[in-house]
């Protein structure tokens, strides 16, 4: 201790000043101390405590720095946390510093705590968030100060991508200051300000390189979904963003308009009310052929989306003699439009607008698809909801109209107990899933079904049976084209699932295995899909027929009992649960790439599951099929879920398989899995609008592909009569 005594000045050269300035001189000393033991022994560590802080010191790794933010938080985060991080490479160390509970010390003004009123300023104009992130860049002396203002991420996000980033660019960075705050405002969860400080002064290409990662990869919180958004619903085809989900746009629309049964009977006036759907982008480029407006009319009639026929009812006809939505108040249906203004697009492109005319007034209700058969309902009168409408849960109504105030409930359409909005995953992408499975060493069925419980209290023997009951459509709608092969109605597909089934020439290559299988399976299911069968959305109906292909093939080749599809189900619906978090599975969104790709990695991951592989191995078969998906467009002939859709699904079957192979060998990604599903989000992203369920480029506008078009115009007329 006296020669530390002596030599006090030569250690505290070891750390930035910043830090020496808010240490105690008598944990200073403890430091010391403990960096000469880490000298004589590089490989050894130290956790230490001071009055408010608890110190980690280790050698210089960002494996180490990593794990200790991630995985050993001294004690949950309360609402306010200080971090401080030196790392000194040149003398082998790096030394964490958790000021736990230094809100409730009188020490806290000593460490420059920051205003977060002012601080929320950047994030809220007019009572809304306007941007989530905020990075800027510091000058002194010669050196640069990196600055984060982050709302809503996790902690455990925000410290995996700050140190993965630092290191990946290959940076010196000496001292890095985190203020964590807990905050009471609904809208911004947690409060993150990071200041990361440079041995040097960066230059452009540095500050562009850091800034696009930080932008890319801090991720935001998971959305509480359940497997049952990726895995359902059991619906009439052909697609689920565009058929089921616009069924339920039309579903809740009826029920908003029942909500208002009292406000429309006084205010109705002498003229007959009277209803309009107007349809936006791809589901007014392609909604037609997706039987869209047909599913709308009939979620007006209180048609949900396995009801047999359910289309049909939805027709212009039809649904203008039997509309009927409000009992004792007569409405009219007069049909639906198209409209080509782009005020509403938000990323997403399948857009409804329902409106219901009073004599003296306008009542409206926007609904969003955002694929495999969900949907929000952003806006109410055009204006934007702060919490949308999903039909899960009943929804209060206080609405201030021209004529004064309505209230009611918007019941739900969901055959669910109870969502729990308190309710959040332990983690929010792939790693942090992986991490959180080897930490707890919970089995993978047990962790997804723990989550389904506490977010929509359904417990393992109402899971199970749902399962069940899908497992068994999914099996008639591959049985069914194969026992009556038939052409859809537009003739462009069918009968093929049969022709491969039997192919079967001697001394073939093309034996009667799971590849072969899975491919006729699979083609199968979308067969009858665009003949507008009994099918269920895995994850969207487009691409429902991958799925269930491989796992038919397993199971007959296997013996398997249906239990253990139902747990390969359970998985394949868990992990396109987590990516749906950042991707949506329309089409229409990020391109096929979103629709088939995902399938064919949900594909893999079961097979890998039935196989018996590590939850590593069936995380990175899902990430290779997602990597080899990349890019894929979404460019349906005539706005039809037929071609190239169906002889897809069968193809992509072998992509699944193929995945599961190489990932049960051994074989990893060499691009992380988070890192591949938001490179999927990028290219999505910059995906021209022609190539995202437009039917305005690729295999669409291709001679073969306009004469379908032709043919479409018929059918346009009597749906628009236009």
Known sequence: MKELLKNLNNYQ???????????????LLNIYLHIDKLKKNPKS?????????????????????????????????????????????KHNFMLTTFYNEINSKLKYNNYNPIDLKKEMEVFISNNKIIKELDISVIEKNKRSVMVLKIINVSSITTFRNLIETIQKNEVAVNYIKIWTYKTEDKRIRTYHKIDIHFNYKLDENEIYSLKDDFERYLQHYIKPMSVFDMIGPSMIGPSSSHTAGANRIGHIARNFFISLKDYILKNKG????????????????????????????????????????????????????????????????????????????????NIAKITLFLENEEISITGYSIGGGNIEIRYINDIKLSDVITGKEDYNLKLFLKNGKANGVIKKIYNIKKVSKNTMPPFNTMEEFLDYQKQSKKNIIDIILELEYSLQFTDKSEIYSKLENYWDIMKESISEPLKNPKKSDFKLTGRDAKKISDYNPKNSVFKNDIFKRAVFYSTAVNEFNAQSGLIVACPTAGSAGIVPGVLKAYQELTQCNDKRIWKALLVAGFLGMILFNDVTTAGADFGCQAEIGSAAAMGAAAIAYLEGGSVEAIVHAFTLAIKNSLGLVCDPVGGLVEVPC?????????????????????????????????????????????????????????????EVNIKMKKLKQDFFGV
């Open 646 to 706: 169906v002889k897809r699904n069968g193809i992509y079957s072998s992509m699944a398989l193929s995945c599961a192979l190489m990932a049960l060998s051994g074989v990893r990604s060499f691009v992380s899995p988070d890192e591949v599903i938001l490179a999927m989000q990028e290219i999505g992203n910059k995906l021209n609008k022609d190539y995202k369920e437009t039917a305005r480029g690729g295999l669409a506008k291709t001679r073969d592909g306009k």
């Open 13 to 27: 050269n070891l750390f930035p000043s910043k830090y020496i300035h808010e240490a105690d001189k008598e944990d």
């Open 270 to 349: 002498k003229k007959t009310p009277f209803i309009e759907v107007k349809l936006y982008s791809s589901f007014a480029d392609t909604g037609l052929g997706h039987k869209t407006p047909n599913a709308i009319g009939a979620g007006l009639l209180g048609y949900e989306t396995d009801s047999k026929n359910m289309t049909e009812y939805g027709k212009p006809d039809y649904i203008k003699n039997n509309f009927n939505i409000i009992d004792s108040i007569k409405i009219d249906f007069i049909g639906y439009f198209i409209d080509k203004s782009n005020s509403k697009l938000e990323n997403q492109g």
């Open 45 to 89: 560590s130290a956790s230490f405590k001071g009055d408010i802080e608890r110190f980690f010191l280790h050698r210089f790794s960002f494996s180490k720095l990593s794990k200790r933010l991630t995985r050993l938080l001294p004690f949950s985060v309360p609402s306010v946390e200080l971090i401080k991080i030196v790392l000194n490479k």
